[in-house]
């Protein structure tokens, strides 16, 4: 039976700005549920005192994309999210921190710059069920005065869906301790 298309789509104002705004990360592991309905993450329940840790980004550095990969032939699809962050200044802490996020499988939620005309900020959940990973990365001092010195890293991930909207209401609990 094939699947039943259930909308059409029409041309929206040019109003949307790229790039990230900020993400907020958690280890997938210290992450207990996530509702979800029709697209949009309304709860996320962490572990007993566990939290998103918020990384405020550069505008025009950052990014999340993903990637339809289908296989006719097997009968198969699954999305490729690949959440690229940009952190400027290399030293002990940040260094730290990088070994940390390599370290681990993550969940993060990725909040776009201003999405639509009442300046509300769009948000979106990456590694919801598979995890994101930091395979590769790079920590540059740069050349020129004008370069960065800092990181940039792209976190991967394979998830059997694009990735939810994250409810406006559900990014205010992010930082605070699962209980």
């Known amino acids: 039976m094939p699947c039943v298309l ?9 109003e949307g700005i790229g790039g990230l705004k900020e993400v907020y990360v958690i280890e997938l592991a210290n992450v207990a549920t996530v509702t979800e309905s029709s697209g949009t993450v309304s709860a996320i329940t962490k572990s007993v005192g566990k939290r998103f840790w918020k990384y405020s980004l550069v505008r025009e550095t950052a990014s999340a994309v993903e990637t339809i990969n289908g296989n006719t032939q097997n009968g198969t699809i699954f999305y490729d999210q690949t959440v690229t962050v940009v952190l400027n200044r290399r030293q002990a802490s940040v260094r ?6 390599a370290k681990n499988f993550l ?16 948000a979106f959940l990456y590694g919801r069920r598979q995890g994101l ?7 540059t001092t740069g050349t020129a005065w004008g370069d960065r010195n800092g990181y940039s890293l792209p976190f991967n991930g394979k998830e059997e ?3 939810p909207e994250v409810a406006y209401a559900v990014l205010a609990t992010l930082e605070t301790p699962g209980v």
């Open 96 to 101: 730290n921190e990088v070994i940390l996020l």
């Open 161 to 163: 869906e694009l990735a």
């Open 107 to 122: 969940m993060m939620v990725g909040v776009e710059n201003q999405q639509s005309a009442s300046g509300i900020n769009r």
């Open 6 to 14: 259930t909308q059409g789509f029409a041309l929206d104002c040019r």
């Open 133 to 139: 990973q930091l395979l590769t990365g790079e920590s």
